[in-house]
């Protein structure tokens, strides 16, 4: 026997270097057990960690923005709903409708037809 003649049973295959990626090697998973897939598999890691934190704040940011929008409406109404509030106001303490409703409930209330008068208070020295 010479020495160069090997044990074939346990040698290890040699990889072939012309392997290509192909749609079949994919659906059988022997992609999956590629060297250089290994290899990557903490970067893959962290793609798919990236992608799910990217989808998260894309739901989280639109959250925010259906919440602002339906504080925004309520704003509005809010700020109608104070116009019509303080215009009815400006309606009940308008002099006339004060006379109305004091005739109207029997309050035996009468309006001074004098002006006021201003006190003057002289200080002693």
């Known amino acids: ?7 074939i049973e346990f040698e290890e ?9 192909s749609f079949r ?3 059988d998973g022997n992609v999956l057990t ?3 897939v290994i290899r990557q598999a903490p970067f893959i890691v962290l793609l798919v960690l990236i992608a799910f934190i990217s989808i998260a ?18 704003v509005k109404e809010l700020r109608s ?6 215009s009815e ?7 006339t409708t004060v006379e109305r409703i004091v005739r109207e409930k029997g309050l035996e209330l009468e309006e001074n037809l004098e002006p006021p008068k201003k006190l003057i208070i002289e200080e002693e020295k």
């Open 1 to 7: 026997m010479s020495r160069d003649s090997r044990n």
């Open 13 to 21: 295959p040699k990889e072939d270097s012309s392997r290509q990626f």
């Open 25 to 27: 090697s994919l659906i």
């Open 34 to 36: 590629q060297k250089a």
């Open 57 to 74: 704040n894309r739901n989280h940011a639109e959250k925010l923005v259906i919440k602002e929008n339906r504080l925004q409406n309520e």
């Open 81 to 86: 709903q104070a116009i019509s509030t303080s």
């Open 89 to 95: 106001l400006m309606k009940f303490s308008r002099q």
